[in-house]
């Protein structure tokens, strides 16, 4: 799921977001059967239908978020200028409890969040363990866009395409970025990208296989 255009949530713009479509594009090479769901068709209603018509061990969502003191004002932007707040994806989860098509992998990967709300991703995060989400992977502050999509890109490629566990794929992934002004151009990676605010910031919580 992503967002790539700007929107406008209570009288507030969030930017739109240009490396989600490549973001994106990574994961759906990687995963074949997938079910896109891009900015007007990344809204709350569809998502919600979505997860439960049809199982998905992996639910990757790419956009802007923020975290506020009360439920309402902690949310996920969808397109056509329109949110998941925190409750919302707690009762959407929550219908998957105690099933047999629990998520195995939520990656929330809030690209350029506002300032003042680093810690949006990981209490969505923490909420979808709490319902059943097996695993999350999320930021601990705000994170680009571009590199970010690199990162994605890279985790992906290591968890499929080599089997690693969760931990390992991200850890791998991190050190490639590490050692970025080593590496050849053609393997795609900005020099800048070994500064820890691009690598860092990303964890995984709960399971780490």
Wanted: contains cysteine; proline residues 4%; aromatic residues 8%.
């Amino acid at each position: 799921l992503g967002l790539t255009e700007a929107a406008t949530i209570d009288g507030k713009t969030f930017d739109k977001l240009s490396w989600v479509d490549k973001e994106v594009s990574a994961v759906k090479e990687q995963f074949p059967n997938h079910t896109p769901l891009i900015d007007k068709d990344f809204i709350p209603q569809k998502f919600q239908q979505e997860i439960e018509q049809t199982t998905y061990p992996i639910v990757h969502i790419a956009s802007h978020a923020q975290f506020g003191i009360i439920p309402e004002d902690t949310f996920i932007v969808t397109g056509e200028n329109q949110k998941i707040t925190i409750s919302e994806l707690e009762n959407s989860l929550l219908n998957l409890r105690n099933r047999n098509d629990s998520v195995e992998l939520l990656a929330l990967t809030a690209c350029e969040t506002a300032v003042g709300d680093d810690r949006s991703t990981l209490g969505l995060a923490g909420v979808a363990l709490k319902v059943g989400v097996k695993s999350a992977i999320a930021s601990l502050w705000n994170v680009q866009d571009a590199s970010t999509s690199k990162l994605v890109e890279e985790f992906y490629k290591n968890y499929r395409q080599e089997n690693m566990s969760i931990a390992q794929a991200l850890q791998k992934a991190q050190i490639k970025m590490i050692n970025a002004k080593e590496l050849p151009q053609s393997e795609g990676m900005n020099i800048e990208y070994d500064n820890p605010a691009h690598w860092a910031p990303m964890i995984v919580i709960g399971n780490w296989l």
